[in-house]
């Protein structure tokens, strides 16, 4: 199978076969994946090692319910980065609009999308390789992972209302009904999740505590803008930062944003002795200082923050602002 997935995923993996009495060194090297591979953030291992990787897990433990506990965790690992989208995002609508796609934040696995279904609102899981459409624990693993997500960054509850799987029904569902609810359904054609409609309007948890000495940046105040800010240009800048998770933000998206015209966008940015595009780079560069001095955001997380397709656009934009690369800044600012 081709492509990729980043290393926190079979770490994932690992960390669930662990729990349950499996050796991670005899799953690695019988996966064939070099243990210094999984230390770096950045790192890509081949997707057939990852499948290969799970697949032993798999057996290994005895536990059909294996991905439900790697989608936990999965969840868990990326705490960091939701906890951020909560300060760009005001609410779940916002942040179904702007989070990075599953292929940015994992890899080659497959993708999530958002569809209205009535009063429903309908999170779909679509591999890219059809022939992982029914394979459980990608798909248990995938729909938990996001079940939690949601639930956890709303400060309303947002439970599943029902879930579909496109694999057959198992003989116990007891695990899959504490994770999904009770109406669960088997041998459908996509596997998702049914949320109320409603709660796309819910507003997302807002910090307002810090979060101790590790946290070099904190959260909330990471965002603020200085007192002198012309308030147009502070409503721009912060517009802006909500819609570069989402990448390919343009000047005309950014005016839809405002509820502006383009033209006025332009005539107002110019008033200030600035543009769109000095705009864009001004809240990238200077929001990228900020997200590397959080040593627990990984860069290819900032990257995605700030609207890169991958991290090495990224870092080919911070060499250009600052003369080195992010890795260097940041072990520079830690000394």
Known sequence: MAGSVYVFCPRAVLQAAAALGVDQRGL?????????????????????????????????????????????????????????MTTICRNLKEYFNV????IKLRGDTGRVLIQPKGDFIRLEWHPLDDSMRCWRPLVDEMLKSSAEIVNAICVLPVPVRAAEFA????????????????????GCQVSCLYFSRESVRYPLVELDFELGRDYWAEPRSIFAEPEVVDPFLRDTRAAVRRALPG??????????????????????????DSSFKQLLQNVREEMSQRYLDDP???????????????????????KAWRGCAPTEYRQRSRV
Do not use: C, W
């Not at 198992?170 to 695990?175: E, G, K, L, Q, R």
């Not at 343009?250 to 966008?265: C, K, Y």
């Open 296 to 318: 627990r955001l990984a860069i290819t997380e900032i990257a995605l923050l700030l609207g890169y397709s991958d991290q090495a656009s990224f870092s080919n934009a911070f």
């Open 28 to 84: 690695l090297r019988d996966a064939r994946i070099k243990p210094e591979l999984l230390r770096s953030p950045g790192e890509r291992i081949p997707m057939d090692q990852y499948l290969k990787l799970y697949q032993l897990a798999l057996e290994r433990t005895g536990d059909p319910d294996l991905g439900l506990h790697v989608g936990h965790i999965i969840y868990f690992s990326g705490m960091n980065l939701h906890l951020y």
């Open 167 to 186: 694999y057959s029904a198992p003989d116990d569902t007891s695990a899959l009904k504490a994770a999904f609810g009770p109406n669960l359904r088997f």
């Open 99 to 102: 989070i990075p796609s599953t």
């Open 247 to 272: 990448g390919a933000l343009t000047i005309d998206g950014l005016a839809v944003e405002l509820g502006i015209s383009r033209r006025t966008l332009q005539r107002r940015l110019s008033a200030l």
